[in-house]
């Protein structure tokens, strides 16, 4: 019989792949030995090419091996208001320490959200604003410092002048731009989409996929994931994906850590969210521009705890058209004292508004920062802002665009 036919008639799915298998048996073994061993070694032979290209020099690679060989308390630190890729990747990278016989201490500058509490380790972070004296001893034995997720340590509140000050070997790992940290060996890779991705890398790099279990890889998932709003930016490059794969082969259940990141508000999020929606966002239409703002009296009436208002700002963005989308959020302690968040589309540079505007910086299309002064002036200097980039801004929209087919 037709070795196609055969195929067809058992396999029609995954005929073309199958049939592609049948062609190699055919040569080796002739037409009728169609048997599924072949399948596994045709898919190890696949897997081959999904080789992990090195990011890194390899001379910094060696050089953090002998760091991480000759020392053994080691603190490890990340950004203030710690999200899920400073955790994340703090956490991973503390699991894989301790996996080579280090012990590790996790400080970070204030407390991070409750939806993250579930990553191994997480119950052994000291908050330096609480845990102040605890911190402090551990830092005082360190032999060996990380930075993870940030590129000055003016990010790290109290935390970063007591780091900066202890006379020690540092090693920074990050993907934000223009890193300013003194250090002996810098891993500054803004391409990258987490600091996860990044310490994933540095593991491969170091020759431990073996020392990866199951919790760090849901740690450095969870960063991978958050980073990129669950793989909608950032996140287009093959290699990703191959090493998000690596993180699921070690046992990472990415839907479950969706949940538990993405699926975790309270109700205090949704007032928050109807009320923005509902009455307090501003088009600027011409500009295809919103802006909202956010005063501690309305985050005090709607019961706002930590995290509420975490990824507000995208949202605006996913109105047809909408190119720049602009948050500035009141702090509930310090006044006057205004937190801005701004997202973009394509080459708008956030990042460049941010540190012209609102004294911060950051990603191309994910920025922030900060003014001291009250929400209304605040939304004053937005608009200004947003002039600054209008020729930007008007331009016409994605021509890939459907026609919406009901209007003439
Ligand atoms: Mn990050």
């Not at 223009?178 to 310490?199: G, W």
């Not at 801005?340 to 191309?364: C, K, T």
């Amino acid at each position: 019989m037709d070795l196609y036919k055969l195929l067809e008639r058992f396999f029609c799915d995954n005929l073309i792949y199958l049939a592609h298998l049948c062609r190699e048996r055919h040569i080796i073994y002739g037409k009728k030995s169609v048997i599924l061993p072949t399948i596994t070694n045709r898919r190890m032979k696949t897997n081959e090419k999904y080789i992990i290209n090195e990011m890194f020099e390899k001379a910094d690679v060696d050089a953090a091996r002998l760091l991480i060989e000759g020392s053994q308390h080691i603190v490890i630190s990340a950004h203030q208001l710690p999200d899920g890729d400073a955790i994340g990747s703090c956490l991973g990278l503390a699991s894989y320490l301790r996996a080579k016989g280090k012990e590790v201490t996790v400080i970070e500058p204030n407390p991070f959200p409750s939806f993250l509490s579930w990553m191994e380790g997480a119950s052994n972070i000291l908050i330096y604003d609480h845990q102040k004296q605890n911190a402090d001893e551990a830092i005082a034995q360190a032999d060996l410092i990380f930075y993870l997720d940030l590129n000055t340590s003016n990010r790290m509140l109290e935390l970063g002048s007591v780091l900066d000050a202890k006379q020690v070997h540092k090693i920074v790992i990050d993907h934000h731009r223009n890193p300013e940290i003194a250090c002996d060996i810098l891993f500054s890779y803004p391409q990258a989409s987490s600091t996860c991705e990044l310490v994933l890398r540095f593991i491969h790099a170091l020759g431990d996929d073996n020392l990866i279990s199951k919790g760090c890889a849901e740690c450095l998932c969870a960063g991978m994931m958050t980073d990129t709003g669950a793989f909608q930016y950032n996140s287009n490059s093959p290699e990703f994906f191959i090493l998000l794969a690596m993180l699921l082969s070690k046992g990472a259940d990415k839907d479950l850590i969706y949940r538990r990141v993405f699926h975790c508000y309270n109700k205090s999020r949704y007032i928050l969210l109807g009320r923005i929606f509902n009455d307090k966002i501003e088009y600027i239409d011409e500009l295809h521009t919103a802006i909202f703002t956010l005063s501690k009296e309305e985050m005090r009436d709607a019961g706002y705890v930590m995290g509420d208002v975490e990824g507000f700002v995208n949202l605006p963005l996913e109105i047809k058209d909408m190119k720049l989308s602009i948050s500035l959020r009141e702090d509930l302690d310090k006044s006057p004292l205004v937190h801005v968040s701004i997202r973009s589309v394509d080459d708008i540079p956030a990042n460049e508004m941010a540190s012209r505007f609102f004294n911060g910086g950051g990603h191309l299309n994910a920025a922030g920062g900060r003014l001291e002064c009250t929400l209304e002036e605040a939304s004053i200097i937005a608009h200004k802002a947003c002039q600054a980039y209008a020729d930007m801004l008007k331009s016409s929209t994605d021509p890939t665009t459907p026609i919406d087919p009901l209007v003439p």
